[in-house]
């Protein structure tokens, strides 16, 4: 299993893995496990990282149906200007690859931000930690175990 599997089982979470056969040739990880799962593309969330001009990483999950806005990134963690991270920095502050990248387990616990749509959702769907592996949980319980604040960073 992953960190983020682990997590919530210790925690005793509600949550469900899915699993899909990831294609490598794909050119949107997010984008993939909606296809493959048959899964409405505003339900899954991609987990990126950004880096303050103070040089601090943070942790945004959005809809893979849309993209980051980092300047409501920027506002929302009282941050002059947020750029997206470096993707080796983030396999290394996240212990994940790139494509694989959980915003639960994570190697140190980042300041994270989910995107207020994913509120209105029954359930949403972010990586497990492993290219071809989701996790089904409540963002309620997302938020919870990453400490994560909701907030309008995505743009469709």
């Known amino acids: 299993m992953t960190p983020a599997i682990d ?6 979470a509600e949550y469900r893995v899915h699993s899909y056969e990831h294609d490598p040739k ?8 909606a296809e ?3 899964l ?4 899954v969330f991609k ?5 303050t001009e103070k040089g601090e990483l943070l942790v945004a999950v959005v809809p893979v ?10 506002q929302a963690a009282r941050a002059k200007k947020v750029d997206m991270a470096d993707p080796q920095e983030a396999q290394r502050a996240t212990g ?4 694989g990248i959980s915003p639960l387990g994570q190697k140190k616990r980042l300041r994270s931000f ?3 749509s994913a509120r209105e959702l029954p359930s949403i769907f972010v990586s497990a930690g492993r290219r071809g592996l989701e996790v089904e949980l409540k963002a309620q319980v997302l938020a919870g175990h990453t400490g994560a604040a909701f907030a309008p960073i995505a743009r469709s």
Do not use: C, M
Not at 26 to 33: N, V
Not at 65 to 74: E, I, N, R, V, Y
């Open 7 to 12: 997590l919530l089982k210790k925690a005793r």
């Open 40 to 43: 409405e593309p505003a339900r």
């Open 65 to 74: 149906a849309g993209t980051l806005d980092l300047k409501a990134l920027a």
């Open 114 to 116: 989910i995107d207020e």
């Open 96 to 99: 994940y690859l790139v494509g």
């Open 36 to 38: 493959k799962l048959g």
């Open 26 to 33: 794909s050119a949107s990880y997010g984008l993939e496990a």
């Open 47 to 51: 987990t990126l990282l950004a880096r």
